[in-house]
């Protein structure tokens, strides 16, 4: 399964940026969809994450100004963020877990996959 995610850029602060990640393959059904980010020097943090009941969790630094969905239909997760800071700026990545067809007949396999990341810029 691969993730294809899209929607960064260069931002002034108090802007704000939509990214979206979509899933390709022989998707059988997610479970999770999450987004991380990385800036420089810094670990990789889970930035928010929906199940699949809808259920939101949000890192403390972003509650309040980024939303996170989910098309079920289209395999898609989307990032809205609002009143973007500058220390919002990192690589963002996405994250998706379920389960994929391997074939007719064939037992269905469990994955993990990640989005190639996209460079989130706020300057001040």
């Known amino acids: 399964v691969q993730l294809q995610a899209s929607g960064g850029g260069l931002v002034q602060a108090g802007g704000s940026l939509r990214l979206s990640c979509a899933a390709s393959?022989?998707?059988?059904?997610?479970?999770?969809m999450a987004w991380y980010r990385q800036a420089p020097g810094n670990e990789r943090e889970l930035v928010a994450i929906i199940t699949s009941s809808d259920i939101t969790n949000y890192a403390d630094s972003v509650k309040g100004r980024f939303t996170i969905s989910r098309d079920n239909a289209r395999n898609t997760v989307h990032l809205q963020m609002n009143s973007l800071k500058p220390w919002d700026t990192a690589v963002y990545y996405c994250n998706m877990d379920g389960t994929y067809s391997t074939g007719t007949f064939r037992p269905r396999r469990d994955f993990i996959s990640w989005g190639q990341g996209t460079q989130v810029t706020v300057s001040s």
């Open positions: 393959g022989s998707i059988f059904s997610i479970n999770s």
